[in-house]
């Protein structure tokens, strides 16, 4: 096999991380950024004060390149080379190199803010402009000045910008490695098709039967999509006459595929068989697969965005960027000429997809991120004038403020509480990790870490049932427990309580439809987060983790109660006289029960009064969902608190507002406090109302 275009350039790496304290590095997908760069500076001696970081921004690159570098240098994986994703830590005191995400460095940095144990720290991928990725640039940024000639930067990229983050880190090197890509011919579609799924299928039958050998790489934008793509394609082909073409054989590739999948997408394919992988944006720049000569594009991305005036999120299938559409074309000529079928017309490529890919920090929720940069106690800290290498909007720092003041995080002069410091040593986001200290307060400690475990995990328990063949069912699905009318979380709870009961099989999952994979994960994260409790306590009878082991309404109540508080900024109230409900707070807007939620009315079908929700999705009507009752006179202090905010002060700097915002915004934002106000005043009252009333009817 060709030698990787970065060891040809080994030198002249060495000398300029040598010279530099920060080096950019770019090179094409596949040049071996990933899996080199750490094992270069590693022979040279770089390993040897400290360990070699890289990080990822996807978990599953991670691990791959981790288990890659490993197999390279012979050794174990967990040894000398190793990872560490949320929740799963291989890596030993022999470790020299480690993969990380990069979430989990910034988490690092939290108990240790030199990141004195490296000696090294790759930021890959940079261009895929993740969210942890953009602050850790900011935070590198500092501890370069801090640490000296004892740390090393590298920032690799496929296709970032390399003069804008050298810019950001005073001009350092851009080392340009260029690759031997292949000519790649791209076939354009005369329109957009109505259904890219058949068009893709068609398209690959296509290039299955009339073209070379030679492995085709399809994007879809989705787990579904794939699934779906490769049950019709493994139909199709085995309609194909016997004999008419070679044997293929289909893989799936994304994020959340098991590990002895992932392997089978790595090792080399059987003689004289097509393999055709249909895979997410992952395969774009943080994986490679070896001998793809054909690429299929959609031209579209399933992109999670977050709107800071709604709260809400939506999870939108959207166009691709012109950037992304050329690294999908390029995987296509790694190994010999290649060809890649776009799906859309070239005026789509030129007029109508974005330049380059927006940047998460600037489509995510920023509690997390704020609090993180807030617990840091970083001196002449104003969140909103913070070094990014590109700014989230005000509206959304401003949203976070909010967030967390509204659930203890921050006090009303932004600073950080003891609650917020806690909070920020939780691998979880806010809400949840705000939950949990609440949680351990009122005595419910053990019963929220499974909540937060099972939501963590993702484990979808109603909507998931009924997909499947029933025929090939033995036996019916087992009804599940339904929340005692309380809501999704009371249920996620009684469900794992139930299979705990069961002694964690896995039969009980398949009796009752749900992922087993999914299941063992949250008993690990449950552990997990019950040692992370643990350790925090100064003294251990500050945490109580004793189960209840019979469930009492009264239990359930608590569990409800330290939920409301974490969700503070996620409370909605019933309308009167319309089914439906209306959220609290800067964002008053008209949301509906996600119809996969167990919340259920009393008697007459009404619902309660005060909810909370875990998010909100557009779908495109606002919807909340993991939803859980709550009592009015728990919210009650969460509506005083939205009478007392002022966001600039939040933010950090008293002065703030004067020298950032200007007169225009100035006026801008006292109005909408003003009505913010009067529209707290007013709920207050109406609820107080309302209770008494029904109250009133009651007795
Ligand atoms: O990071 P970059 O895209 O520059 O390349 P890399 O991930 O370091 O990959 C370099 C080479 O290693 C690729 O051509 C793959 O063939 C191989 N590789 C692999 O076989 N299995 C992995 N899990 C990762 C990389
Ligand atoms: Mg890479």
Redesign the pocket.
């Given at each position: 096999m060709a030698v990787?275009p970065i060891l040809e350039f080994e030198d002249t790496i060495v000398e300029t991380v040598a010279a530099n304290p920060v080096v950019v590095i770019i090179?094409e997908?596949?040049?071996?950024?990933?899996?080199?760069l750490s094992q270069i500076l590693h022979r040279r001696g770089y390993s040897k004060k400290g360990m070699i970081a890289v990080t990822q921004p996807r978990r599953v690159a991670a691990v791959?390149?981790a288990?890659?570098v490993a197999q390279e240098l012979g050794v174990r994986l967990g040894d000398e080379v190793g990872y560490t994703i949320r929740f799963e830590d291989r890596s030993s005191d022999i470790t020299r190199i480690k993969y990380l995400t990069d979430g989990c460095l910034l988490r690092e940095s939290l108990s240790s803010m030199d990141l004195n144990k490296y000696s090294v720290i790759i930021l890959d991928e940079a261009h895929e402009r993740s969210l942890n990725t953009d602050i850790l640039l900011g935070l590198v940024k500092r501890l370069v000045s801090l640490r000296g000639s004892n740390l090393k930067v590298l920032i690799t990229s496929?296709t970032l910008d390399g003069v804008k983050v050298s810019k950001f880190f005073s001009n350092c090197p851009v080392l340009n490695v260029p690759g031997t890509l292949f000519p790649v011919e791209k076939l354009y579609s005369k329109e957009r098709p109505t259904n890219y799924i058949e068009s893709s299928l068609k398209t690959v039958l296509d290039i299955h039967t009339k073209e070379q050998p030679g492995d085709i790489l399809i994007f879809m934008t989705g787990k579904d999509d794939i699934e779906k793509m490769i049950k019709k394609l493994e139909e199709r082909i085995m309609e194909l006459e016997e004999g008419s073409c070679m044997d293929a054989v289909v893989l799936p590739l994304h994020g959340s595929l098991p590990p002895e999948m992932q392997v089978r997408v790595?090792s080399p394919p059987p003689p004289n068989c097509r393999r055709i992988i249909v895979a997410t944006n992952i395969a774009e720049?943080s994986?490679?697969v070896?001998g793809v000569v054909y690429v299929v594009d959609s031209g579209y991305v399933k992109q999670r965005q977050y709107n800071p005036s709604t709260g809400m999120y939506s999870l939108d299938v959207v166009q691709i960027s012109r950037v992304q559409a050329d690294q999908r074309a390029g995987r296509a000529g790694r190994t010999q000429p290649g060809k890649c079928y776009r799906l859309y017309p070239y005026k789509t490529y030129l007029e109508e997809f974005l330049d380059a890919t927006i940047p998460e920090i600037q489509r995510s929720s920023l509690a997390g991120t704020v609090l993180y940069l807030k617990s840091l106690d970083l001196p002449d800290l104003d969140i909103l004038r913070f070094d990014f290498l590109d700014r989230p909007s005000r509206e959304s720092l401003e949203d976070a403020l909010r967030q967390l003041y509204l659930i203890d995080a921050i006090d009303e002069d932004g600073v950080i509480t003891q609650i917020g410091r806690k909070m920020s040593e939780l691998p979880l986001e806010p809400s949840l990790s705000r939950t949990l200290i609440e949680a351990n307060e009122l005595g419910c400690l053990f019963e929220a870490l499974t909540v937060a475990a099972m939501l963590s995990a993702e484990i979808s328990v109603n909507s998931a049932r009924s997909k499947g063949d029933p025929r090939k069912r033995k036996k019916p699905i087992s009804p599940l427990p339904d929340g005692s009318g309380f809501g999704d979380h009371i249920q996620l709870l009684q469900v794992y309580e139930s299979w705990d009961r069961a002694g964690f099989t896995a039969d009980w999952c398949i009796d009752h439809d749900i992922q087993v994979r999914g299941m063992m994960f949250a008993k690990d994260v449950h552990k997990q987060l019950r040692q992370i409790m643990h350790k925090m306590a100064k003294d251990p009878a500050e945490v109580d983790l004793a189960p209840k082991r019979r469930r009492r309404e009264e239990d359930y109540r608590k569990l409800r109660r330290a939920l409301c508080k974490g969700y503070g900024n996620q409370l909605a109230e019933r309308m009167l006289h319309h089914n439906g409900y209306r959220s609290i707070g800067f964002r008053s807007q008209l949301l509906q029960v996600h119809p996969s939620s167990v919340l259920k009315g009393d008697e007459d079908g009404v619902l309660p009064d005060y909810v909370v929700y875990h998010e909100l999705i557009a779908t495109p009507h606002p919807f909340m969902r993991n939803v859980c009752s709550v009592e009015m006179a728990w919210a009650v202090p969460i509506l005083r608190k939205l009478e007392k905010l002022d966001v600039n002060k939040l933010s950090g700097a008293s002065d703030v507002r004067k020298e950032v915002t200007g007169v225009a915004d100035e006026v801008n934002i006292s109005n909408k406090e003003v009505s913010v106000e009067k529209d707290v005043g007013d709920k207050i009252r109406a609820a107080r109302e309302r209770y008494l009333a029904r109250k009133g009817n009651k007795s």
């Open positions: 990787l090179g997908t596949g040049s071996g950024k990933s899996t080199q791959s390149v288990r890659r496929a790595f720049t994986l490679t070896d």
